[in-house]
């Protein structure tokens, strides 16, 4: 850069940016959310993959910085003159590497074994580029500010308030309404920008004169990036189906998660997958819910009111409408895409026997539901005694229970809401995230007690008692610290393996009368798998299996659990 320029760009007595420093923080500004988002993105490509949201997050940031510190040693070796091309090189490296890294990282996935290789290498080549922005973009402005504070100051305020935009950016904009593939070239785009604008300031203020190859590279670029936001869908479901056995018929990111199901014709076979994690198949799915279902239905003494926590595909919700005494039912799953797809798409409209049609479903989202609406819609402890309304019945004049479908947050429902249930049925996701965990803690199982009746039963999906068996038994006595005696019983269920779930309730299971009732067990509604024999056949395990060395339980500031899923289970797949 020549020097001669650097007094004249200066601002008189330096009370104010000069053009060239303030473009510079726009850059800064610009540079640092960009930054951030890209960061944002690798993490959570690395959580998608990789799985363990909690490890991969800290891993990525804490690899990515490494990278960045790399970088700012290296740029020392950049020369005065050439410092605008480097950064102007900088962002054509990052919207390339940016933008694509999502596609064939996710590429690498479904072709290679070699796919965490891949994806650390985009971590590192963006952190080192990272690191490169800002000691180059000081440097730059040096030229133009008159204090090496002021410097310093305008540009490092300028990407710290940058990250917090892209955060906000990342958060609110991009995760909400942009498959990652997509949200990583608009984030190329902003770099690209960033390159075309600096090219063009400095050329016409003569600083870097007009280059041919430079140029060419910029065209090159702008069509890459183009090109591959234009096609980034089309190539993500090329590379998804490499992922799935049978032929995949829906995906979408909602805000929450990655749905995709899959559909063999056949067998007609129907897979519903959630972030790449099998969820259900409809060959073997009746093992599970009438499984979780079931029991807890038939062993209740009352069962007029029944809340659902979980269960968005409305497989459990089906069960549960079998039952013609059951007058109200509450579902509460935090993805309204997820419930939305239950109740439409045809595939899992018939799984699920239309149980979203077949009774009045008023849906709350989070976005507008205070303490109040809970009052207004959920009946007091104290309101038992309710008579039928016609509009609960339909053709064949069979009384249908009335369906809440409530979409937000478990633990903030449970927070919130009035009144109790007679039966309350857990059907989370398993312990895989930081945010699953809380659902599996003793506080949130405290909130759970605390709504069921006094003689009401609750029965939680636990995860494997085979597979992933010290995941279960913390379940367990997760459950047994928040006041609930639990009842264990397990079931083989194909798609997944030996499943458990554990039945809970405010009194003894080894007392006499719940050793009658259990003897005594009838399901009064037809099934497909469970019988009487069946669930009493459930209740036994093997030698060892429900005995651990540890005692830890699950809570919100010591999640247990995540390691013990994450670490100590699925070894024997």
């Given amino acids: 850069m020549p020097s001669d320029l650097s007094g004249s760009a200066r601002a008189p007595g330096g009370s104010r940016l000069n053009p060239a420093s303030a473009l510079l923080c726009l850059c800064m500004f610009a ?23 909690f490890e991969q997050w800290a891993m990525v940031i804490g690899l990515m910085m490494f990278w960045m510190g790399f970088g700012s040693l290296i740029q020392a070796g950049i ?219 038939a062993l209740a003494r009352d069962r007029s009111r029944v809340l659902i926590l979980g269960g968005g595909d409305g497989c459990a919700l089906r069960e549960v409408l079998k039952y013609p005494d059951v007058d109200a039912i509450t579902l509460v799953d935090l993805d309204p895409a997820m419930t939305r797809l239950a109740a439409t798409h045809p595939l899992l409209s018939r799984l699920n026997d239309h149980a979203f049609d077949n009774a009045r479903v008023n849906t709350l989202t989070g976005s507008g539901t205070l303490p109040g609406d809970f009052r207004q819609i959920y009946q007091s402890a104290s309101d038992r005694k309710r008579k039928p309304v016609d ?20 633990d903030k429902f449970l927070e919130q809401v009035k009144g109790v249930w007679d039966v309350i049925i857990v059907d989370m996701p398993d312990p895989s995230t930081p945010e699953l965990t809380k659902l599996y803690s003793k506080q949130f199982y405290l909130k759970v007690r605390h709504k069921l009746a006094k003689d009401g039963i609750a029965s939680v999906q636990s995860t494997s008692p085979y597979l992933a068996r010290e995941s279960y038994l913390c379940i367990g006595r997760t459950l047994a610290s928040a006041g609930f005696f639990i009842l264990p019983y397990h079931e083989n269920v194909p798609s997944f393996g030996d499943w458990g779930w554990f039945l809970c309730t405010r009194k003894d299971w080894g007392s006499a009368f719940w050793q009658q009732r259990i003897a005594a067990l009838e399901f009064s509604v037809p099934t497909r798998f469970l019988t009487p024999e069946v669930f009493r056949r459930e209740l036994v395990f093997g030698k060892g299996m429900t005995q651990s060395r540890h005692t830890e339980i699950n809570t919100l500031l010591f999640p247990v659990l995540l390691s013990y899923y994450n670490h100590e289970s699925w070894l024997l797949e």
């Fill in 31 to 53: 540079s640092g959310a960009c930054g951030i988002i890209l960061e944002y993105i690798q993490a959570s490509l690395a959580s998608m993959i990789l799985g363990n949201a």
């Fill in 391 to 410: 509009s609960w019945r339909v053709a064949d004049s069979r009384h249908v229970a009335e369906v809440r479908v409530m979409n937000l947050d478990a």
């Fill in 79 to 297: 020369s005065r003159e050439r410092l605008v091309h480097a950064f102007i090189g900088i962002e054509i490296a990052l919207a390339l590497a940016g933008g694509y890294s999502p596609t064939l990282t996710y590429l690498s996935y479904g072709y290679t074994s070699h796919y965490s290789l891949v994806l650390y290498f985009f971590v590192s080549v963006i952190g080192i580029l990272i690191g490169l922005e800002i000691p180059v973009i000081i440097r730059i402005n040096n030229d133009f500010s008159k204090e090496l504070s002021t410097n310093l100051g305008n540009i490092l305020s300028a990407d710290y308030i940058g990250s917090l935009a892209g955060a906000l950016v990342y958060v609110f904009i991009l995760l909400r309404f942009f498959p990652i593939t997509e949200a990583a070239f608009l984030t190329a785009g902003m770099n690209f920008f960033l390159a075309l604008v600096t090219v063009i300031y400095f050329t016409r203020k003569q600083i870097i004169h007009r280059n041919i190859p430079l140029l060419g590279i910029m065209a090159v670029t702008c069509a890459a990036v183009i090109f591959g936001f234009m096609n980034n869908r089309q190539w993500q479901l090329t590379n998804e189906q490499s992922l799935y056995d049978d032929p995949i018929v829906y995906s979408k990111t909602s805000q929450y998660q990655h749905i995709v199901i899959t559909h063999f014709k056949p067998l007609d076979e129907i897979r519903l997958f959630l972030n790449g994690n099998l969820q259900l198949c409809s060959t073997d799915e009746a093992r599970y819910h009438e499984s979780l279902v079931h029991p807890a239905m």
